[in-house]
Structures are given as C-alpha cells and as structure tokens.
C-alpha cells in the first residue's frame, strides 16, 4: 500500500476514534456507537481492500449492498449531526455581534463542517467504487 492510502487510512481511523469518543461523551446509545464503528471500519475496509484485492474476494457480490448501506448511514448521521449543531445555536451566539451576524458564523460553519465531511469520505467512496467495478 502506498504511504498516502496508509495516511488517509489512519486519518479515517482517527476521526472514527474521535467520534466514537464525543458520541459516548454524549451518552448515545450503544447500538448507535457500535453502528457507526462498524461503518467506519467498512470505509476503511473498501480502502484496504482497494490495494490489497484478495480481502475484497470473500464479500463479492454483496460490496454494492455494503456500500449502500454505509452511504445511507453516513448520511443519516450526518443529517443528525446537523440538526444537533443547529439546536446548539443560541448558545455559541457571540454577544457582541448581531442577530444577523451570529447567523451568518452560525451558517458558514456549518457549510464548512458539511464540506470537510465530504472531502474527507469522497476517496473512501471512491475507492469503494473501484473496488466493485473491479470485483464484479
């Protein structure tokens, strides 16, 4: 595996251990803090099995199934990370800006979170697609 595959692959580790520290720190449940763990392991998974083709072979035909379905999960997650943030407004507001002001912070970070999140899994997907094509 070339260095910059074993870098995005830590990197998505980190993050994947990162979040399943803040989620816990947030009390959510276990189903849901083992949901997203098994999810950050599939995007990995679709990385390594990228450069190393035989641990794509046993899974096959269910790859396409594997990956709608951590699609669907990042994507659930990230809706409700949103919504989260979102609730959280009033009390990150900064006093000394106005209401229109705090707003517009409130709104481009937000959009900057949202495009970070999909700049980070667009190789995953990626290489989650290659890995497919070259499977079936």
């Known amino acids: 595996m070339p260095w910059f595959g074993a870098a995005y692959v830590v990197l998505v580790l980190g993050i994947g251990i990162y979040s399943f520290y803040d989620d816990r720190k947030a009390k959510r449940s276990i189903a849901y803090l083992s949901t997203d763990a098994v999810v950050t392991s599939v995007w990995i998974y679709f990385v390594l099995a990228y450069f190393v083709p035989q641990i794509a072979a ?13 699609l669907a999960w990042t994507a659930v997650d990230a809706s409700r990370e949103l919504t989260r943030v979102i609730a959280q407004r009033p009390a990150s507001d900064d006093p000394e800006l106005s209401a229109r002001a705090n707003l517009w912070v409130d709104r481009a970070v937000e959009s900057a979170g949202l495009l970070i999140s999909v700049l980070l899994l667009t190789p995953a997907i990626i290489y989650a697609m290659l890995v497919i094509r070259r499977t079936w």
């Open 58 to 70: 046993p899974i096959g035909r269910l790859l396409p199934f594997l990956l709608l379905l951590s």
